[in-house]
């Protein structure tokens, strides 16, 4: 391995011990309350008493996953709408009040959930709970702001159809998951997203937002009997039950295919994808150490031998997200175009070596270090932190999560590495853009 490679895996996992005040590094996760309301509502409340700030993140199981062809996009635009008025506040004065506690608040809809969340001084906390009841329970959904939202996500629609990386992307997950849901991006499609009104956001939000779908997670210097209480109080309104169909979509089968987009570019872009397994099966600790060993950083495989020894990547990683149903695996390679052919032979051969040949013992060590050590680094904040506890109660594998994540990782021997490879890595889906001249 090259010095420069190596230096950086002795930081990052260097990083994981000299984080000040990171007692889950240390193997201790300090104590979390969680109290389940009447209505169903679940409440997560860390007390930290490190900085005099609080941080808030209330998921809804509602997103992406949920929407269908004709209303794709709809949680999205409805997140990004409710921040923009309630019955008692307009959308600036939403921002004002967040201002006046130090704070901030705002919106978005992702695939496995959509999220409001909010950061205050410690000594402001009711009222940001009071803010975020505020958005939650009365949003007006008025309509100059949903034509203004709406046009927004358009663009940023749009500007996905012309940029090489997302375009390719996008192709790929829409041909690796077929008519999935997962296969559509949770921005959602122009086709749908300009034809969803008022009466659709109304609808969806009141499917969606019920108690037994939400989870509220606090982290700050607070009293966690004082939230509870709070809480309590706040969203006693909150209809009970979970309202909407929970059924999981049927499984995905990919189409192992290959396509070939061409398109005005500066340079190629090829994306292997593969079908992988959600958060909750036993393989995911294993694939997710996978994914570094190829993709993590300046000492993954790829960079090395792709970029640093044979100099074809302008860029290159391996993406494998947390996701509560079927997952997807990514490789991806941005090259010159004159390289393509090469380039995507040697992203064949790297994912043949790795199946193949069993990694070293050295960097298997290297890997789990990367992996746990920018997830430290990713908790250290209070907001970081309760989009953890709330995105892992949501998802069904308990907030406690990362503490058997950590040591799932720790135990994934050489033998897993090729194992799941060797299970997962087979018949790649891939799309591959190819520059044209302009």
């Known amino acids: 391995m090259k010095p420069r490679a190596a230096a950086l895996w002795l930081m990052v996992a260097g ?17 979390i309350l969680r109290h389940r309301f009447a209505n169903g509502l679940t409440l997560l409340v860390r007390e930290n008493p490190a900085a005099p700030v609080v941080a808030v993140s209330l998921q809804v ?8 062809p004709e209303n794709a996009g709809i949680s999205n635009l409805l997140q990004h709408v409710m921040v923009k008025g309630t019955a008692r506040r307009s959308a600036q004065e939403i921002a004002e009040a967040a201002e006046e506690i130090g ?24 009222a940001l709970l009071d803010l975020l009841a505020d958005v939650a329970l009365r949003p007006s959904l008025p309509a100059d702001e949903i034509e203004n939202e709406r046009r927004v996500i358009l663009n940023q629609i749009r500007n996905r159809g012309d940029l090489p990386f997302p375009l390719t992307f996008d192709t790929l997950l829409a041909s690796l998951y077929g008519p999935h849901p997962y296969g559509r991006p949770a921005l959602g499609q122009r086709q749908t997203v300009e034809r969803l009104d008022r009466a659709q956001l109304l609808d969806h939000y009141r499917r969606h937002y019920r108690a037994g779908r939400i989870v509220l997670a606090v982290s ?6 004082a939230v509870v209480e709070e809480v309590g109080r706040l969203f006693a309104d909150l209809p ?21 987009l061409e398109r005005p570019a500066a340079q190629a872009q090829i994306l292997m994808g593969y079908l992988a397994p959600s958060l909750s099966q036993p393989d995911y600790a294993g694939v997710k150490v996978l994914s570094t060993l190829l993709g993590g950083g300046m000492a993954g495989r790829l960079f090395v031998e792709l970029r640093d020894n044979q100099g074809l990547a302008y860029s290159l ?14 490789i991806h390679m941005g090259t010159a175009a004159e390289n393509l052919v090469r380039a ?5 051969r790297e994912v043949a070596r790795i199946r193949e040949e069993r990694v070293t013992p050295d960097e298997l060590q290297r890997a789990k270090a990367f992996l746990l050590g920018n997830l430290a680094m990713d908790r250290r904040t209070n907001a970081r932190q309760v989009w953890y506890f709330a995105f892992f109660e949501l998802a069904g594998v308990g907030h406690e999560f990362l503490d058997r994540y950590a040591k799932a990782v720790e135990a994934v021997t050489l033998e897993d590495i090729q194992r799941v490879a060797s299970r997962y890595l087979a018949n790649p889906t891939v ?8």
């Open 15 to 31: 990083g994981l011990a000299m984080i000040p005040g990171n007692s889950w590094a240390a193997g201790h996760v300090p104590p």
């Open 61 to 68: 199981r509602m997103g992406g996953r949920w929407e269908r």
């Open 103 to 126: 704070g901030s608040v705002s919106a978005s809809g992702d695939t496995d959930y959509a999220e409001l969340r909010g950061t205050a001084l410690a000594r402001h906390w009711k």
């Open 220 to 225: 700050g210097q607070v009293s966690a009997q």
């Open 240 to 260: 009970a039950g979970s309202g909407a169909d929970d059924s999981a979509p049927p499984p995905p089968t990919a189409a192992n295919a290959r396509q070939v």
């Open 317 to 330: 990683g391996a993406l494998y997200p947390s996701r509560a149903d079927t997952s997807f695996f990514v």
């Open 344 to 348: 995507e032979e040697g992203l064949r």
């Open 431 to 438: 799309t591959v853009l190819k520059p044209i001249p302009k």
